[in-house]
């Protein structure tokens, strides 16, 4: 009876633990920013006048550039066909590229024993290109001193003002964009919240 209670445990802890990596390492699915998920990211737009909107699409820490900028292009098609027209130019387009760097102290690395040991402290020798040297904690040498655990996060976020427009496409201009065509190269590839 212990057994398949232990085993139906581990199985709940496992599947749990499947489903909440799940959750949390996943990129920004094509979702609008509100204040509920700004830290997950997605779409907002502002209207600027009659035909000019400002499009924006922010992605979490694991959304690459590439996905950001494609779901930038899926929300700029989307509008302009929700405003009833069927091309949109990108005016001026910018892509936000934000890098945190932390440094920690490594919390398991304590070279200086604190009191442990009363005034006993180690005594090490290591070889290294210049010959035999010795390593004392007082001397404090940056090679056993200087555990630090760097990390590293990305963001990125992709803003464009857009105008919108109808009849032919305009000639020349390679920041134009038919929306039925990019709707159709790009939603394919587009997820939703809750399809992972």
Request: hydrophobic share 35%; aromatic share 14%; with cysteine.
């Amino acid at each position: 009876m212990r057994r398949k209670t232990r085993k139906a445990a581990l199985a709940a802890l496992v599947v749990g633990l499947l489903v909440t990596t799940g959750c949390v390492s996943t990129s920004t699915p094509y979702q609008p920013l509100s204040s509920a998920n700004r830290i997950a990211g997605g779409y907002s737009d502002q209207q600027l006048s009659e035909n000019r909107f400002r499009v924006s699409f922010a992605g979490n820490s694991l959304t690459s550039r590439e996905q950001v900028e494609s779901y930038l292009l899926f929300r700029a098609a989307e509008l302009t066909l929700e405003q009833g027209h069927r091309w949109f130019v990108i005016e001026d387009r910018l892509v936000e590229h934000d890098v945190q760097r932390t440094a920690r102290r490594d919390p398991l690395y304590d070279p200086w024993f604190h009191t442990y040991y009363g005034y006993w402290r180690p005594y090490w020798r290591y070889y290294d290109r210049r010959g035999w040297r010795p390593w004392y904690p007082y001397y404090g040498h940056s090679f056993w001193t200087d555990h630090v655990d760097i990390r590293e996060v990305e963001r990125f976020e992709a803003i464009a003002e857009i105008r919108l427009g109808d009849g032919p496409l305009p000639n020349g201009n390679l920041r134009s964009f038919d929306a039925r065509e990019v709707i159709e190269r790009i939603g394919p590839r587009v997820v939703y919240p809750g399809e992972r």
